[in-house]
T-cell receptor, first 113, second 114 residues
Framework: GESVGLHLPTLSVQEGDNSIINCAYS??????FIWYKQESGKGPQFIID?????DKRQGQRVTVLLNKTVKHLSLQIAATQPGDSAVYFC????????????FGQGTELSVKP | DSGVTQTPKHLITATGQRVTLRCSPR?????VYWYQQSLDQGLQFLIH???????AKGNILERFSAQQFPDLHSELNLSSLELGDSALYFC?????????????FGPGTRLLVL
């Protein structure tokens, strides 16, 4: 049917809870993955990345998990805060793609105080 | 603040017109990428320049063109504008030639074609 706009999946959490945002990536040759946060009216902001030779990477309050077998990424945010409310995108890349990031559709995270 | 700058922030124009969007990469970055974000297509890669040379093209329309200048800033030219070109246009930069590099995004240019 005719597209009338992307309907983003929405995750609503209580302040202080942990959040898990999931992403299925498309290209089995992708070997580099990035999570971005986009607040309303702003550009995507880098959060964390992971290469395909790893299955877990931790940052400050964030953890990314990579499951190459099922082509799945997740972003875990600990102790979610109202300032974490935004749309979160995963993006995939590969060495031979030369920087052509392929973005997922995004997930809207809403944090209730 | 990512260090990537884009001008103008907003642009309103009419169908059939031509506009130029400008991007300055982070200091030291040699690659510039352009992306389009629309409501129905999400974030889509348009084109990548590295040190003045075109490196990769996405689904960029023939009405659109870009270039990267010796000072490494880049311009995206959109011509014969149509209503469907209304979107957010983002520029990103990275330090090297791309591939397994973090791309840092600018604040975007919001284009409205009336």
């Amino acid at each position: 049917g005719e597209s009338v706009g992307l309907h983003l999946p929405t995750l609503s959490v209580q302040e202080g809870d942990n959040s898990i945002i999931n992403c299925a990536y498309s290209n089995s040759a992708s070997d580099y993955f990035i999570w971005y946060k986009q607040e309303s009216g702003k550009g995507p902001q880098f959060i964390i990345d992971i290469r395909s030779n790893m299955d877990k990477r931790q940052g400050q309050r964030v953890t990314v998990l990579l499951n190459k077998t099922v082509k799945h990424l997740s972003l875990q945010i600990a102790a979610t805060q109202p300032g974490d409310s935004a749309v979160y995108f995963c993006a995939e890349d590969s060495y031979n793609q030369g920087g052509k990031l392929i973005f997922g559709q995004g997930t809207e995270l809403s944090v209730k105080p | 603040d990512s260090g990537v700058t884009q001008t103008p922030k907003h642009l309103i124009t009419a169908t059939g017109q031509r506009v130029t969007l400008r991007c300055s990469p982070r200091s030291g970055d040699l690659s510039v990428y352009w992306y389009q974000q629309s409501l129905d297509q999400g974030l889509q890669f348009l084109i990548h320049y590295y040190n003045g040379e075109e490196r990769a093209k996405g689904n960029i329309l023939e009405r659109f063109s870009a270039q990267q200048f010796p000072d490494l800033h880049s311009e995206l030219n959109l011509s014969s504008l149509e209503l469907g070109d209304s979107a957010l246009y983002f520029c990103a930069s990275s330090v090297g030639a791309g591939g397994q590099e973090t791309q840092y995004f600018g604040p975007g240019t919001r284009l409205l074609v009336l």
